[in-house]
């Protein structure tokens, strides 16, 4: 399985980006999609997760109103829309796909949040 993630960048606070993580590899998706973030000086956080149809959602309390997971499994791939972000928000976003008890990460893409 690889992760691809795209869409981070440099945003004014109150701005938006939407993150994408493509997964390849596997034929169907019968996996759980989630986003965790580590900012500069700081342990590694959950951020938000999917459950494999998409009707079930969780989001770290900080981002809850905010940000919003989704996606698509005809494209195997998983969203994460962040608006209102915050100066705290910037950090180094990262999506791991979970099936059982493995997990995959992608490569991670820096957000920069600037206030």
Do not use: H
């Not at 993580?21 to 959950?46: I, M, N, T, V």
């Not at 829309?81 to 950090?91: F, G, H, I, Y």
């Amino acid at each position: 399985v690889q992760l691809q993630t795209s869409g981070g960048g440099l945003v004014q606070a109150g701005g938006s980006l939407r993150l994408s993580c493509a997964a390849s590899g596997r034929s169907e998706s019968s996996y759980a999609l989630g986003w965790l973030r580590q900012a500069p000086g700081k342990e590694r956080e959950f951020v938000a997760a999917i459950n494999r149809s998409g009707g079930i959602t969780t989001y770290v309390d900080s981002v809850k109103g905010r940000f919003t997971i989704s996606r698509d499994n005809a494209k195997n791939t998983v969203y994460l829309q962040m608006n209102s972000l915050k100066p705290e928000d910037t950090a180094v976003y990262y999506c791991i796909l979970i099936v059982g008890s493995s997990d995959y990460w992608g490569q991670g893409t820096l957000v920069t949040v600037s206030s």
